[in-house]
C-alpha cells in the first residue's frame, strides 16, 4: 500500500516536501518513483529512486527536486524547491518488483497528493 501525503498551495519560488509512505518491505523491496499528472496533460514521470540507490529526474525538476528514502517513517520522499507554476499537478508515487523507472513498469501506486503552485 502507498499513501501520499503532504501536497498544498504554494507560491512559486516555494517549497514542498511529499511523502509516501509504503507498507511492509516496499521501501527495501521495491524500485519507486514519482509521476504527476496535470489537468488535460499525460502522465510524467518525475523523479525514480532504484533498489541500489541510484536516481533519476525528468529534465524540468533537475537540480530543484530530490528522490530520497526514509526508512525510519518506512517513507519515499519528494524535496521540491524552486517550485513553478507549471509544476501544478496530482502527484502519484509509484512501486515496482522489475523496474519502475520514468518510463514505467510500475504496478503499483498510490492514490496522489495534489500540488498547486501558482
Known amino acids: 500500500q502507498l499513501v501520499e501525503s503532504g501536497g498544498g498551495a504554494v507560491q512559486a519560488g516555494g517549497s514542498l516536501t511529499l511523502s509516501c509512505e509504503a507498507s511492509g518491505d516496499t521501501l527495501s523491496s521495491f524500485s519507486l518513483a514519482w509521476f504527476r499528472q496535470g489537468v488535460d496533460k499525460k502522465r510524467e514521470g518525475v523523479a525514480c529512486?532504484?533498489?541500489?540507490?541510484?536516481?533519476g529526474y525528468t529534465d524540468s525538476v533537475k537540480g530543484r527536486f530530490t528522490i530520497s528514502k526514509d526508512p525510519a517513517k518506512k517513507a519515499l520522499v519528494l524535496q521540491m524547491d524552486s517550485l513553478k507554476p507549471e509544476d501544478t499537478s496530482m502527484y502519484y508515487c509509484?512501486?515496482?518488483?522489475?523496474?519502475?523507472?520514468?518510463?514505467?513498469?510500475?504496478?503499483?501506486w498510490g492514490q496522489g497528493t495534489q500540488v498547486t503552485v501558482s
Open positions: 509509484a512501486a515496482g518488483v522489475y523496474g519502475c523507472t520514468l518510463t514505467g513498469g510500475c504496478p503499483f
Open positions: 529512486i532504484a533498489l541500489d540507490g541510484r536516481t
